[in-house]
């Protein structure tokens, strides 16, 4: 009876870990610390790293959720060679991610900051539904972008409806 606890205690861990593991994880925001650096002039031709949704009526930010995987978008100078998917209209690569899923399109630019996104191609990693609603909005927001801004070292990206702007930091 002295060995008990050796053959108890790794079917308690195994017994932890699997009841973990069915259990949907409530995902928290992650705040990212950052300043606007005006030692850096960046061009949007880059990766850019997801900060959070900013309100434009009030300014408050809704960080990006937790994650072991970052948010981002890797704006390109490649031109693509690929014809017939709507998601190549535009003439210039984006790749990038929301948390567990990547995506892959084009975007132009036009004018003086004005941006167009394509439709994107995205991979179908299941998660919670609090990963899945936040790369949604992610995604729906990303897609309507019309115009973008950088201010030194962030990125904004203006979607459609106006409640809210994308902001980015480089990475």
């Known amino acids: 009876m002295r060995h008990a606890h050796l ?33 850096f002039n960046y061009t949007l031709v880059g990766k850019w790293r997801f900060v959070g949704f900013r309100d434009t009526s009030n300014g408050s930010m809704d960080h ?22 709507p998601a190549y ?14 995506i892959s399109g084009s975007y132009e630019t036009f004018d003086t900051n004005g941006i167009r996104i394509s439709k994107t191609v995205k ?16 995604y729906t927001l990303m897609e309507s972008a019309s115009r973008y ?13 106006g409640s809210v702007t994308m902001v980015f930091i480089p990475d």
């Open 123 to 138: 991979s179908s990693v299941n998660g919670t539904q609090q990963v899945k609603d936040f790369e949604q909005r992610f």
């Open 149 to 161: 801004r950088i201010n030194y070292n962030e990125l904004t990206l203006y979607p459609a409806d």
């Open 7 to 39: 053959v108890l205690l790794p079917s308690l861990i195994i017994l932890c870990f699997l009841s973990a593991c069915n259990k949907e994880k409530i995902v928290d925001e992650c705040p990212i610390d950052y300043a606007i650096d005006s030692s």
């Open 89 to 102: 209209i535009y003439p210039y690569v984006l790749k990038g991610g929301a948390l567990i899923n990547s």
């Open 64 to 85: 990006v959720l937790c994650g072991e995987v970052e948010s981002f978008l890797n704006f390109t100078d490649s031109i693509h060679s690929v014809s017939g998917n």
